[in-house]
């Protein structure tokens, strides 16, 4: 990755982005800021394709390529074959679909998930589990490899904890699960493009994630799914749809799969915020994932070390040694939620999550030093003051 003068390898990829003047971004893990090249393109495919080109933007403009496109240069980024990653649908939508493949291909046996996974997978697989009248095992996070034996069927996890940014060894993980015959579905929501993911490397089955947290795709952007080469011509989701069929145009009453991962497709990608999440991901193009890694364990350590020796008054909820962590750090405080009002209100912006976790994200796409030292000292100044002890600080709004 090229330095500039002052030997910042992420200068260019920060100066990509639309950030606001003066304002420190550390909720990247939450929603990514925008990208230049993405308003442009968005720009562009609203007046010259869609408004120039009409139906014709599904051949002329390559709208119809989008998920395997916008697919292929993820997969870069998680550590993924060719032909293995489609973009489109929610993470949600996505988990659907390859937890259903996943339990087809094993008929017998338990879900296994923890505590510790986002609620929506829990969600999903719970009522997948209750359709299908299987079981949802969910135990805590340092009791999954114990957990993991004969009757499990599938392994479902999420690398990174949302909450703390605890992080499982997806490696072992997967390892041990398939010693034991299980399959592998996991969540890359807050791993995708914070670090460096091996997706073949660690004989990984499944997986989805999202675009718009370290992929910068914007609000809602598409997710995106992963299926490795050995499980694609057997996968039978239980979600089909006619950009899965063999022939989509051919509109055959009956579904015939298409081959490889193109099965998983489901219905119309949405054209404007697939683009968006297109162009974000060129700001990706030449960056060292091994540079990424190393400048947000710099960083977050930078961000603890400040925040310990100047802050009282509230706990260290990730694990302190940055290897056991994504790209993220949480503090606990009773009042977390007020003081993270606070901390907006004077231009650092991070979030809160129930019950009392305020979460700190580190993007080095455009996270820098100078970012993480203003930050440290306007939380100390927030506490030391209580500047959070006020009723506007203290109301919740409907997004933490």
Not at 27 to 42: E, T
Not at 70 to 86: F, N, P, Q, S
């Amino acid at each position: 990755m090229p330095e500039d003068r002052a030997g910042d390898p992420f200068a260019a990829t920060r100066a990509a982005f639309a950030l606001p003047e003066g304002l420190v971004y550390l909720d990247g893990n939450s929603l990514g800021p925008l990208p230049k090249a993405a308003k442009a393109r968005v720009a562009a495919a609203v007046e010259a394709e869609w408004g120039g080109l009409l139906i014709r933007g599904w051949n002329e403009a390559g709208w119809i390529d989008l998920p395997a496109r916008v697919g292929e240069r993820i997969a870069r980024l998680v550590g993924a074959a060719e032909g293995t990653v489609r973009a489109g649908d929610s993470t949600s939508v996505n988990l659907f679909k390859v937890l259903s493949a996943a339990l087809a291909l094993r008929p017998e046996g338990v879900v296994l998930s923890d505590s510790g996974n986002f609620p929506t997978d829990l969600y999903v697989a719970a009522n997948l589990c209750r359709a299908l009248g299987r079981e949802l095992k969910v135990v805590a996070p340092e009791e999954v490899s114990g957990a993991v034996g004969p009757e499990v069927a599938a392994l479902m996890l999420t690398e990174v904890d949302y909450r703390t940014g605890r992080r499982h060894d997806m490696a072992a993980l997967t390892a041990k699960a398939h010693a034991a015959g299980a399959l592998t579905v996991w969540d890359l929501a807050h791993s995708a493009g914070a670090f460096p993911v091996d997706l073949a490397g660690t004989g990984a089955d499944f997986a989805v994630g999202c675009g718009y947290k370290y992929l910068n795709g914007g609000p809602g952007a598409p997710a995106f799914l992963y299926v490795a080469p050995g499980l694609q011509e057997a996968a039978a989701p239980a979600l089909a749809g006619w950009f899965g069929h063999a022939e989509p145009f051919a509109f055959e009453p009956g579904w015939r799969p298409a081959e490889g991962i193109d099965r998983m497709l489901v219905g119309t990608p949405p054209v404007l915020s697939m683009t968006a999440l297109d162009a974000a991901l060129e700001v990706w193009e030449g960056v060292d994932l091994g540079a990424v890694r190393a400048r947000s364990e710099a960083l977050t350590r930078r961000f603890v070390e400040a925040v310990e020796a100047r802050c009282s008054g509230i706990v260290l909820a990730s694990p302190r040694d940055p290897a056991a962590r994504g790209s993220q750090v949480s503090f606990r405080h009773p009042e977390g939620y007020a003081v993270m009002r606070a901390l907006i209100e004077r231009g650092v912006i991070g979030d809160f999550r129930a019950p009392d976790l305020m979460r700190f994200g580190f993007a080095p796409l455009y996270v820098s030093e100078a970012d993480v030292d203003r930050a440290a000292e306007v939380l100390g100044e927030v506490l030391e003051t209580r500047a959070w002890d006020r009723p506007e600080y203290k109301a919740r709004a409907k997004v933490t």
